[in-house]
């Protein structure tokens, strides 16, 4: 197993938003969690990159405890996130943005490789490189906080809400670059509002409710579940 959470419970103060949350990561998978608004999910991928600290229950990287890791040192490890909103330096440049995911690494050659690795992904990004974030399209956007990641040179991807914000046809795309990270190597915690989409790209879901794991499966089972396209899928 490459991650592993184990009966993790979090708490703001005395609200419980995450409530005995159990999943499963393995080597060049895609998992997804879905669900509703502030069902936990966002809570699950802060308390893996370290940015929140569980009341109690584990979680595990290539079966060390990693729940009690600071953020940089859980970087440094493999698992970077790229949270919802993308929070980039908008007023820096494509290029200057990309640089600063790859803050830990001193080797000048290793990053100039990384940077050449992200445009080969995104060309887009090859082309605009030099231009304010700020001012790029959201999906360009997406693709810079996604670029940014891999700069980190990460085994594991924590995706908050890829598409949010996003025209179909750049849904799409980020939807085939997702596949593509996938196929390189890489493993994905793939959290969405767009379930149909998450089932689509993923390997297994998990569907949260209010802080717990209602059910969970193989994606395809799980779109083929008529309770599951009844409450999640807008059927
Ligand atoms: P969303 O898609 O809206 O981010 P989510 O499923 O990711 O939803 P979380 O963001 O993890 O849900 O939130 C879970 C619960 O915890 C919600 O009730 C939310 O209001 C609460 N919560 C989240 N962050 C905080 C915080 N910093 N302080 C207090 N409560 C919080």
Same mark, same amino acid.
């Given at each position: 197993m490459l991650l592993e959470v184990r009966d993790?419970?979090?708490?703001? !103060? &005395? *609200?419980? /938003?995450? &409530? !005995? *949350?159990?999943?499963?990561? %393995?080597?060049?998978?895609? $998992?997804?969690?879905?669900?509703?608004?502030? /069902?936990? &999910?966002?809570? $699950?991928?802060? /308390?893996?990159? !370290?940015?929140? %600290?569980?009341?109690?229950?584990?979680?595990?990287?290539?079966? =060390? %405890?990693?729940? %009690?890791?600071?953020?940089? =040192? $859980?970087?440094?490890?493999?698992?970077?996130? *790229?949270?919802?909103g993308r929070r980039l330096f908008k007023l820096m440049t494509v290029r200057e943005n990309l640089r600063m995911g790859a803050y830990l690494n001193k080797d000048g050659s290793e990053i100039a490789e990384g940077m050449e690795k992200v445009f080969d992904l995104f060309p887009i990004l090859r082309e605009k490189q030099n231009q304010q974030s700020g001012r790029l399209s959201g999906g360009q956007q997406q693709m810079v906080a996604m670029g940014r990641a891999l700069m980190a040179r990460p085994k594991v991807l924590l995706l908050d809400e890829p598409s949010l914000g996003l025209a179909p046809k750049l849904i799409d795309e980020i939807a085939d670059l997702i596949v593509q990270m996938r196929d390189s190597g890489l493993s994905i915690v793939l959290v969405e509002q767009n379930a149909n989409l998450a089932l689509t790209l993923s390997d297994h879901g998990y569907v949260m409710e209010t802080g717990s794991i209602a059910l969970h499966g193989p994606s395809k089972d799980l779109l083929a579940d008529p309770e599951v396209a009844r409450a999640y899928l807008g059927a």
């Open positions: 993790m419970h979090l708490h703001y !103060g &005395k *609200v419980e /938003a995450v &409530k !005995g *949350v159990s999943l499963e990561l %393995r080597e060049g998978q895609i $998992i997804t969690l879905i669900g509703a608004n502030g /069902a936990g &999910k966002s809570s $699950i991928l802060r /308390a893996i990159s !370290g940015l929140q %600290r569980p009341s109690s229950g584990e979680i595990r990287y290539r079966d =060390k %405890r990693v729940d %009690r890791v600071a953020p940089d =040192k $859980i970087v440094d490890m493999g698992i970077v996130h *790229v949270p919802e």
